[in-house]
């Protein structure tokens, strides 16, 4: 209770807050995702809806197609530590962090709209967060399933790794700045070894 009544008193408020749980939609929540061809690299239940019953199961090495993504997440305060001009807001004042996107950028809600803010190093602050895809399998059935991370459950997911996605020992780049490329590799040469 002090420490809300210290942050209010050193913070500019950023109006309404976001619902609850705020679902950031036609999400792939990290540097190079990337939906399209993927292989199930393990057993995978594919749902009629995130959350929903299972219709089918996807067998490990069964290849699919991800159409799109949801992030379901439930929105965090966080006083800014700098100036984000593009968007007028001001060091001091209270966001509502979403989930990250890749290398210290965020998806925030702010006076109602969601933006994307660099230079938020506090994957610490991260909400909690769910990853929901939708998958369309080789008959076509279509289906959601949930992601895992950082051990993907699928494979091709992650286009600056290798083939194997975010998995160990594979090359992961920090680099593309939620944008979609097929070789991050060509934006930024900076990858690390995963552990």
């Not at 036609?26 to 929903?52: I, M, S």
């Not at 807001?89 to 998806?107: D, S």
């Not at 020992?169 to 900076?190: A, S, T």
Request: glycine share 10%.
């Amino acid at each position: 209770m002090i420490l809300l009544a210290l942050l209010a008193a050193v913070t500019v408020p950023s109006g309404a807050p976001p619902p609850g749980t705020f679902v950031s939609k036609d999400t792939c929540p990290y540097e190079c995702c990337a939906f399209g061809a993927w292989t199930a690299n393990r057993v995978v239940a594919l749902l009629d809806r995130p959350g929903g019953k299972r219709i089918a199961t996807l067998r490990k090495g069964e290849p699919v197609t991800a159409l799109t993504g949801e992030v379901h997440t439930i929105p965090t305060p966080f006083a800014m530590e700098h100036d984000h001009p593009p968007s007028g807001i001001v060091k001091g004042t209270v966001v509502y962090l979403l989930h990250p996107i890749g290398e210290g950028t965020w998806r925030v809600w702010y006076q109602g709209k969601v933006l994307s803010i660099e230079e938020i190093y506090h994957e610490d602050l991260a909400p909690p967060r769910v990853w929901w895809v939708k998958i369309r399998t080789r008959s076509q059935q279509v289906g959601w399933t949930r992601v895992s991370s950082p051990a993907l459950n699928f494979d091709g997911v992650d286009r600056c790794g290798a083939a194997g996605g975010a998995g160990r020992g594979h090359l992961v780049c920090l680099n593309c700045q939620g944008e979609h490329h097929d070789d991050c590799r060509q934006i930024r040469e900076r990858c690390f070894q995963a552990p």
